[in-house]
């Protein structure tokens, strides 16, 4: 019997999903690399435990694969039925046994996984609604997971680095981080800026405040992550990134 695989034969979507699912490998590696006592530790986000973040991402793959069916099916089947469900869910879940936690996390990518693959063409510009409230084709989620399982490989605290990042996602990162900046400019008052990445040609952002340095080191420091070797043009201190989201 033949595999089945991705029914969408467009090119740029079929790049996008081979992304995510390195990242949800890489994810997956360096959470396999943690031993079951080293899953109590404290993770890179204020708050949070390793387990939080492990809860997080199994559950963000069950949320954007309810999105995934919306997209298929035409019932709506928003990612959280309250605003407060998202968290109440990721503090439960935390709770989990060792194994049953790291069970949510293989089972919910894999059920994710099945939905992208099963999604017909046509379905991918399928309009649904994310947990902002913001209306986004299905062919959305794609990028939605990748950025979580990148990053948050970042945060379990056990050696994942911006720097294993392939480069097209960190560039990205960076696109997206500030155009989430640009959108909540005015009504946040937040600065412009410019990052300029020493090992790239192009510069990112025309703001006034100029920060320089790797773009994987430009791309940590612009979700919020530790960061290494980034400077300002005019020598003042690094500021503190503006939240992503």
Known sequence: MAARTDKTTDPTLRAQLLLARRGQSYFSRKLNELSDAAM????TLSGWDRRHVIA????NARALTRLTE???SGVETPMYDTP????????????LPTQALRNLSDHAAIHLNVEWRDLEPEQWSNLVRTAQGRTVPASETVWMRTRE???HAVDLANGASFDDFPAEFVDAVIADVLAAWG????????PAFRLDPIDREATSGDGPVVLRGRAAQ???WASGRPWVGVVTADGSPVPVA???F
Not at 56 to 59: A, F
Not at 84 to 95: H, K, S, Y
């Open 56 to 59: 997080h991402v199994g559950l």
């Open 218 to 220: 430009l791309a940590a």
């Open 149 to 151: 399982v990148w990053i």
């Open 183 to 190: 959108r909540r400019r005015e009504g946040e008052g937040l």
């Open 40 to 43: 109590d530790d404290a993770s």
């Open 84 to 95: 407060d469900q998202r968290l109440e869910e990721i503090d439960f879940a935390a709770t």
């Open 70 to 72: 919306w997209a298929a």
């Open 242 to 244: 503006p939240r992503w």
